[in-house]
């Protein structure tokens, strides 16, 4: 079967830094998403990654290891609005989207 | 410009109805899909159109049935409405769904509550 593990929640501070991790075991392997979900709100994209490595894009930046079925959002500077749930989802050889069920970032002041 | 826009936003209905919430993008995608979110926040795939044709339907019951007029449109209707079918209901489209990079845009959601 075709699985993606995130932590379900996470607490932070604002200012600091926070390492989301997603593993994955799916059939095949095309790239791998990080979406953003406000309570009540649609998912927006953050990041694709579909080669090892890292990829920085101002305060987020998203790692993926192909060989470990791993990824990592990181979030610098943390401020309160990004308190939001965090989507990991994987495409699959078939280039159907596998979704993760979500990672919930709780900020405190 | 709304992207990919939804409607009702809103829909509280009683069991046993029937009910249908449109779905619109004015990107020129390819490709549209309709998500069921519950309140465990689990994202679930329901069906995916590509130029009119159905490419995905995952276990879902026969209840619900997409429809879609045109490339622009992909409607859902629900028939003899259920406790279970309570979610948040999101539409999205890419530009292809048969390539690696299909960057999906979401529509705001519709929240369903059966009574």
């Known amino acids: 079967g075709q699985n993606i593990d995130q932590p379900t929640e996470m607490t932070a501070t604002e200012g600091a830094i926070v390492q989301i991790n997603c593993t994955y075991q799916?059939?095949?392997?095309?790239?791998l998403f990080w979406y953003q979900q406000h309570a009540g709100e649609a998912p927006t994209f953050l990041s694709y990654?579909?080669l090892d490595g890292l990829e920085e894009k101002g305060r987020f930046s998203s790692f993926l290891s192909r060989s470990k079925g791993y990824s990592y959002l990181l979030l610098k500077e943390l401020q309160m609005k990004d308190s939001a749930s965090y989507l990991c989802?994987?495409?699959?050889?078939?280039?159907?989207?596998?979704w993760g069920a979500g990672t919930k970032l709780i900020i405190k002041p | 410009d709304t992207a990919v826009s939804q409607t009702p936003k809103y829909l509280v209905t009683q069991m046993g109805n029937d009910k249908s919430i449109k779905c619109e993008q004015n990107?020129?995608?390819?490709?549209m899909y309709w998500y069921k979110q519950d309140s465990k926040k689990f994202l679930k795939i329901m069906f995916s159109?590509?130029?009119?044709?159905?490419?995905i339907n995952e276990t879902v019951p026969n209840r619900f049935s997409p429809k879609s007029p045109d490339k622009a449109h992909l409607n859902l209707h629900i028939n003899s409405l259920e406790l279970g079918d309570s979610a948040v209901y999101f539409c999205?489209?890419?530009?292809?769904?048969?390539?690696?990079?299909?960057?999906?845009?979401f529509g705001p959601g519709t929240r369903l509550t059966v009574l």
């Open positions: 999205a489209s890419s530009q292809d769904d048969r390539g690696p990079y299909n960057e999906q845009f």
């Open positions: 989802a994987v495409v699959d050889s078939n280039y159907q989207l596998i």
């Open positions: 990107l020129g995608h390819d490709t």
């Open positions: 990654n579909v």
């Open positions: 799916t059939s095949g392997f095309n790239g």
């Open positions: 159109y590509n130029n009119k044709e159905l490419i």
